[in-house]
């Protein structure tokens, strides 16, 4: 991480000419940044696979209700008769 932090400093920062304690900030605040962003990329995935989880349950619930509740031919042919 802290390579990819400093490659992307020398190349956006004007590195060469700050000093070590700058280039040491930069590139510590650049790995802070990229480590939050990883962190909420993970956060959101589970979230999201929590709410695909849950919708896939909900879906697979209501299909079998659905399915119990259909009335089977048999009783369409008694209605049909009276």
Same mark, same amino acid.
């Given at each position: 991480m802290i390579e990819i932090c400093t490659k992307k400093a020398?190349?956006?920062?004007?590195?060469?000419?700050r000093s070590k304690y700058e280039k040491s900030?930069?590139?510590k605040?650049? #790995?802070l940044? *990229?480590?939050l962003f990883?962190?909420?990329?993970e956060l959101i995935r589970?979230?999201?696979t929590k709410k695909l989880r849950l919708a896939k349950?909900?879906?697979?619930? #209501?299909?079998n *209700?659905?399915?119990e509740l259909t009335p089977t031919p048999i009783f369409y042919h008694s209605i049909k008769f009276l």
């Open positions: 020398k190349t956006q920062y004007s590195y060469h000419k900030y930069i590139v605040s650049l #790995a940044q *990229l480590q990883l962190m909420a990329d589970r979230v999201v349950a909900i879906a697979t619930e #209501a299909d *209700l659905k399915n």
